[in-house]
């Protein structure tokens, strides 16, 4: 595990802490572009057989049939199918509260209304990753918001089990949240199957969901196909501790997104000497307790992007969670909301010890799905809006049309558009 002192560092030093796996997507990007190529020209034909060469999974049907989801019921533990369900309802009833009304006006001037319409986009693919576990979080979490905002046109995107099925956490979350459409197929042939559609596949006209560099890839070269939506790519966290809550708790979080995989990234962030202490004292048990591959992909990340870093003062931790603008944040203090004002660019912030990242990744209610790699300057968090579209809607009524035709004429005459004068001195 590495210890990093801010102090000791120079500029290319605290710039390097920054780096995330999709910071160069170079070797990702050549990688992709016959994957993008083969699906393009050959449609299912090629998701079956990269199925088998790229997941070595013998997938013989890209879609999961009814008997699949009902054999998904079947052999699922009844326990965590109730487990399933309950983190449904929690979902639902944080994003309920998203919902805007289909249609507001507001009362300009006098006869004159503007406002808001909202509708729902037409076709979405939700992707749910597979690579180094099964993810039934994300299909929960990519599916509410969806179904809530009334898509009409919903279909998941997963790679196939080892047996070229579908995971049966992943079938039982989608039927539950209200989605019926699941596809076989993950990676960067996923992405280019949502994009240009294939054979069986609708295209769809935009993809949601967390992914790896491979995913990220193909979604940045598909960019201009399919509305790509907010960047998500491997795990990040920034555990921020301020010294009053004991550094073998923050050791213990540390751990939660590093063990994702060996791309993600993960930091223990705090000003207090003893709990740095604290937490590489705790980091070596609490790693080999770890079963393979999570203690390997642990000690990837606490030794490459991710450790324990130590610094001067409680202004340069704010300083540098900003600068990293991570996707998942805990603060880990006993007065959690003395630190929430200093900090403006994270996607999630976890208030007390009492919030590991465990209860928002799949429970809590927040979505998971969230940008990364500094995505949270400009993103927030998966949501309603993000399954929805925006029309800005007018009308002007004859009492209205005398207050606002003088200043448009006037505006238009200035800027030399003769026709949008026009219009309105033709209407006189």
């Known amino acids: 595990m590495q210890l990093i002192q801010w102090a000791a560092l120079d500029a290319a030093g605290r710039k390097a802490l920054l780096q995330r796996s999709e910071t160069d997507l170079s070797a990702f990007l050549e990688g992709v572009k016959p994957i993008i190529a083969a699906v393009k020209a050959e449609g299912d034909a090629a998701l079956l057989r990269l199925a088998r060469e790229i997941d070595r999974a013998p997938v013989t049907t890209l879609q999961a049939s009814e008997a699949e989801f009902e054999a998904a ?83 998941i995107f997963t790679p196939p089990t080892p047996e070229g099925g579908v995971d049966a956490a992943t079938l039982v979350a989608a039927r539950l949240a209200g989605v019926s459409t699941v596809w076989k197929a993950g990676g960067a042939q996923a992405v280019a199957a949502a994009a240009y559609g294939t054979q069986s596949i609708g295209k769809a006209l935009k993809i949601v969901g967390p992914g790896s560099p491979w995913v990220v890839a193909a979604k940045r070269l598909l960019s201009d196909v399919i509305d790509t939506g907010l960047p998500a790519g491997p795990s990040e966290c920034i555990i921020f501790a301020d010294g009053t809550v004991p550094g073998a708790l923050a050791a213990l979080d540390l751990l939660i997104e590093a063990e994702h995989g060996p791309d993600s990234s993960a930091w223990l962030v705090t000003p207090s000497p003893q709990t740095a202490a604290e937490a590489m004292a705790a980091l070596p048990g609490l790693v080999a307790a770890l079963p393979e591959p999570r203690r390997d992909f642990v000690t990837q990340v606490l030794t490459g992007r991710g450790g324990v870093l130590l610094v001067p003062d409680l202004a340069t931790a704010y300083g540098f969670i900003n600068d990293y603008a991570p996707e998942h944040l805990e ?69 209205g049309w005398p207050l606002l035709a003088p200043l448009a004429e006037a505006l238009a005459d200035y800027e030399g558009f003769p026709a949008h004068a026009g219009a309105i001195r033709g209407r006189r």
């Not at 199918?81 to 919902?99: C, P, R, S, T, W």
């Not at 805007?100 to 979405?124: C, H, M, N, Y």
Request: one cysteine or more.
């Open 73 to 155: 019921f079947a052999t699922l533990d009844p326990a965590l199918i109730e487990v399933i369900g309950k983190a449904i309802a929690n979902i639902k009833a944080f994003h309920h509260d998203q919902l805007p009304g289909p249609l507001s006006l507001k009362e300009i001037q006098p006869g004159a209304w503007a406002g808001d319409r909202f509708t729902p986009i037409r076709s979405v693919a939700l992707y749910v990753p597979r690579g180094k576990g099964s993810f039934p979080s994300v299909t929960m979490m990519t599916s509410v918001p969806a179904v809530l905002a009334g898509v009409p046109e919903i279909a």
């Open 331 to 399: 603060v880990l203090s006993t007065a959690p909301f003395e630190h929430l004002g200093e900090i403006t660019e994270a996607a999630e912030i976890l208030l007390g010890p009492q919030t590991p990242v465990t209860l928002a990744n799949f429970c809590l209610g927040p979505n998971n799905v969230l940008p990364t790699s500094g995505g949270a300057r400009t993103h927030g968090p998966l949501s309603v809006m993000d399954f929805l579209k925006r029309s800005s809607v007018g009308y002007v009524t004859p009492k």
